[in-house]
């Protein structure tokens, strides 16, 4: 695995007794104390190390011998039970795509690959990349940066984390699971106790509040509804306005596999040999109609994978069953759906995360689009 080689200017180790002047934001002090200068540049280094670790879990050294799993990776102990990946890697109708509940995969951009080189993603056109900046920016702004984030990079996200998060029905468990790790991570590079509690109690007060009152974050925007954590199991905020919130709903598995219709001839006959694979999730939009339904005639081997699913707007009537005849064999599998909640004609289990995250004991973060 390789590690990251940002030079320290201190011992991260001594850091952890140091005491924050009250007038120096954190972000500004740890850029000082980590990477000396405290400019635009080192601002943001500070928050891509902060960020990146607390969603792919710690790869720099040094740390000061603090563990984090990241946000990628599923919970234990306490957290059993929680996996956030499934918000990032498109398995959901989990993103609030124009009013609409849609599957994105966040991953995008290389996964954790890019990150370990402290990078959001290889490619900008990606939504792991405006995932990822704009993550940066955020948490510069939440974390004082009195340059990177304020005055360079303003965050120029959606400042609604209610719309951002509304269909991922966020519960207690996953949302104090994304806060720890993002404590996690302040703590390995050597971030004080009394700092790290207080990001945490931040988060947990801005976000942790179902119904919680529309709030300016940042302070010029304008007032929005803030809560990400929706679930029933979620505290109710003190003041609360539920009529600013809908209803939570879980959301719908992203089944729509777009293995055969997205790229496959709609007729195949005779023999297929090797591997199919779909280009990631093409994108429709407008109506659709009724696909007859892939015919496979005569024996087909190899294996086929589709992409993560494809993002889809508008209405779609289902597409019957695929029509197959003749043997399978191997790896061949097949899938089509009716409706993205569910599908049928599976021949064979296709997973949709084929990113290369999941060999890394990875975290990602909340869908900040
Ligand atoms: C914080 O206060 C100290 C002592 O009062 C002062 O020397 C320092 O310049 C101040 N820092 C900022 C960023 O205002
Ligand atoms: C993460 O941190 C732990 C604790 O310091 C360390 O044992 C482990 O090697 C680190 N992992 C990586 C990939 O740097
Ligand atoms: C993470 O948890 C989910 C849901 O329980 C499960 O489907 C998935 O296989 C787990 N992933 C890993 C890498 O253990
Ligand atoms: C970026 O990573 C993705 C996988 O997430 C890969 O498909 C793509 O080719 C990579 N692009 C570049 C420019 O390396
Ligand atoms: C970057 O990612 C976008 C979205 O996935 C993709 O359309 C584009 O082809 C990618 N570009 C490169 C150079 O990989
Ligand atoms: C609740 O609302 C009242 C009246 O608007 C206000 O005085 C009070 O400070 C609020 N409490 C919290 C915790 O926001
Ligand atoms: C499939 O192939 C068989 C035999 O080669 C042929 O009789 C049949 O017409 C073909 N079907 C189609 C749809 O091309
Ligand atoms: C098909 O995929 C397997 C496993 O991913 C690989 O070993 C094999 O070389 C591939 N075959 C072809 C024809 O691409
Ligand atoms: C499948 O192939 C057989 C012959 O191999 C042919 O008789 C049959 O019509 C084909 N079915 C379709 C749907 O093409
Ligand atoms: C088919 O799947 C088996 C078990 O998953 C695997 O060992 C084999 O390499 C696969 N073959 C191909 C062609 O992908």
Do not use: W
Not at 4 to 26: C, E, G, H, K
Not at 44 to 62: E, K, R, S, W
Not at 343 to 359: C, H, K, L, N
């Amino acid at each position: 695995m390789k590690t990251s080689s940002i030079a320290y200017s201190l011992v991260a180790a001594t850091l952890a007794s140091a005491q924050r002047p009250t007038n120096t934001s954190i972000c500004d002090y740890y850029t000082t104390a980590l990477l000396k200068d405290n400019n635009a540049a080192n601002q943001q280094t500070l928050l891509t190390l902060l960020v990146n670790t607390a969603v792919i879990g710690n790869y720099t050294q040094p740390n000061v011998g603090i563990a984090v799993p990241g946000i990628l990776a599923n919970g234990t102990g306490d957290f059993q039970g929680v996996s956030l990946i499934q918000y990032f890697d498109g398995m959901l109708l989990s993103t609030n795509d124009n009013g609409m509940p849609a599957s994105v995969n966040f991953l995008d951009g290389g996964g954790a690959a890019p990150l370990m080189m402290n990078m959001p993603a290889n490619n900008t056109s990606s939504a792991q990349y405006t995932l990822l900046t704009h993550l940066y920016e955020y948490f510069a702004y939440l974390t004082g940066c009195t340059i990177y984030g304020n005055t360079v990079h303003p965050y120029d996200g959606d400042t609604n984390m209610y719309e951002v998060h509304k269909y991922m029905n966020i519960d207690e468990n996953e949302f104090k699971y994304f806060i720890t790790q993002v404590g996690l991570s302040a703590a390995s590079f050597g971030v004080a106790a009394a700092d790290v509690n207080a990001i945490g109690m931040a988060l947990n007060n801005a976000f942790g509040y179902k119904c919680s009152a529309p709030a300016s974050i940042p302070a010029s925007a304008a007032p929005a509804p803030q809560a990400i954590c929706i679930a029933d199991d979620c505290p109710l905020a003190p003041n609360a306005t539920c009529s600013d919130y809908a209803p939570a709903m879980e959301p719908a598995t992203a089944t729509m596999i777009s293995t055969m219709t997205a790229t496959m001839a709609p007729v195949m006959n005779g023999t297929t040999y090797g591997n199919m694979t779909s280009t990631p999730r093409p994108t429709m939009s407008g109506t659709m109609v009724p696909y007859p339904g892939p015919i496979v005639n005569g024996t087909m081997s190899g294996s086929m994978m589709s992409a993560p699913a494809p993002v889809m707007t508008g209405t779609m009537a289902p597409p019957p069953a695929p029509i197959m005849t003749g043997p399978m064999m191997g790896n061949a599998s097949m899938t089509a759906s009716s409706t993205p909640a569910s599908y049928t004609g599976a021949a064979g289990s296709v997973s949709p995360a084929i990113f290369a995250v999941g060999a890394i004991a990875a975290g990602v973060f909340a869908a900040v689009l």
